[in-house]
Nanobody, 118 residues
Framework: QVQLVESGGGLVQPGGSLRLSCAAS????????MGWYRQAPGKQRELVAR????????HYADSVKGRFTISRDNAKNAVSLQMNSLKPEDTAVYYC???????????WGQGTQVTVSS
């Protein structure tokens, strides 16, 4: 099994910044991607950003390009999301995700609330 522990999140004014962190433990071999998803009230969960473990390639949702930066600390098995220039539409519960391929599947953190409001 895989355990994902998230930290960060909170309330911030529009234009502000927040940093989310996620530490993975347990059976963390054969990681395909690590990243972040979010789910706003009444909406489906959507990809925010992810890193491909083998190549280091990064994929961002169009809505966050240029504002969010994902990074991974391989030694600590952790992934972080630096969120700048936050907008009210970024308000959501953010989930850390670890994907081990189509057989082992997805693992999720407990979620952390990000609220952007004046």
């Amino acid at each position: 099994q895989v355990q994902l522990v998230e930290s960060g999140g909170g309330l911030v004014q529009p234009g502000g910044s927040l940093r989310l962190s996620c530490a993975a433990s347990g059976s963390i071999d054969s990681i395909y991607t690590m990243g972040w998803y979010r789910q706003a009230p009444g909406k489906q969960r959507e990809l925010v950003a992810r890193i491909f473990a083998s190549s280091g390639r990064i994929h961002y949702a169009d809505s966050v390009k240029g504002r969010f930066t994902i990074s991974r600390d391989n030694a600590k098995n952790a992934v972080s999301l630096q969120m700048n220039s936050l907008k009210p539409e970024d308000t959501a519960v953010y989930y850390c995700n670890l994907y081990k391929g189509h057989i082992s599947g997805d693992y999720w953190g407990q979620g952390t609330q990000v609220t952007v409001s004046s």
